[in-house]
């Protein structure tokens, strides 16, 4: 079964302390593996999507990384506008397992950055 | 990045009365959309697919009696929550296929049932 994992479920940091949050995936063929960011009472915004191990994404201060496994999005430096909570999710391709090619989502990490 | 709307952004409704609920792609067309549901503190859960000018597909353990789901056009669906129930109180998302691989999201929509 196609299976999504975030850890931890939250994290907390004081700003500028860089930090990393983990998806593990369990995918019959992966077609892709996206990182949203969804702030309380809105809608997932979408940050990066990694097609295969060793691809690297960027945008200000995080860093979207992928293996056969798992993905990283590493936080550097964070600021307090950073706070939010983190959601992974993979689409498996069609007709591969149970997922028929819709996104799975994982449970997300929270969060958050003191300054 | 691409727009997707929601409207209304929140809804309170008697139990028993049926809610309407639109996902508009404002700046692209989208042949595909799909409808969320999300219960606090949990991950989004697929509701169904709308294919712009064919039946739904609904996920495993949705009724599609009581969701109806219309992709009239290729900028527009909508979700009606059929003689909705308290425990129907939820967040719904919507989110629109722009490319092969990325979808986009709405900013959701809350609904309260009493």
């Known amino acids: 079964e196609d299976q999504v994992t975030q850890s931890p479920e939250a994290l907390r940091l004081q700003e500028g302390e860089s930090s990393s949050l983990n998806c593990s995936y369990t995918v019959s063929g992966l077609r892709g593996l996206f990182w949203y960011r969804q702030d309380p009472g809105k809608g997932p915004e979408f940050l990066f999507t990694?097609?295969?191990a060793g691809e690297e994404k960027e945008k200000e201060r995080l860093k979207a990384t992928l293996t056969k496994k798992e993905s990283f999005l590493h936080i550097t430096a964070p600021k307090p506008e950073d706070s939010a909570t983190y959601l992974c999710?993979?689409?498996?391709?069609?007709?591969?397992?149970?997922?028929?090619?819709?996104?799975?989502f994982g449970k997300g990490t929270k969060l958050s950055v003191k300054p | 990045g691409a727009v997707v709307s929601q409207h209304p952004s929140w809804v309170i409704c008697k139990s028993g009365t049926s809610v309407k609920i639109e996902c508009r792609s404002l700046d692209f067309q989208a042949t595909t959309m799909f409808w969320y549901r999300q219960f606090p503190k949990q991950s989004l859960m697929l509701m169904a697919t709308s294919n712009e000018g064919s039946k739904a597909t609904y996920e495993q353990g949705v009724e599609k009696d009581k969701f109806l789901i219309n992709h009239a056009s290729l900028t527009l669906s909508t979700l009606t929550v059929t003689s909705a129930h308290p425990e129907d109180s939820s967040f719904y998302i919507c989110?629109?296929?722009?490319?092969?691989?990325?979808?986009?999201f709405g900013p959701g929509t809350r609904l309260l049932v009493l």
């Open positions: 990694l097609y295969s």
């Open positions: 999710a993979v689409r498996a391709r069609v007709n591969y397992g149970g997922s028929q090619g819709n996104l799975i």
């Open positions: 989110s629109a296929k722009r490319s092969a691989e990325t979808q986009y």
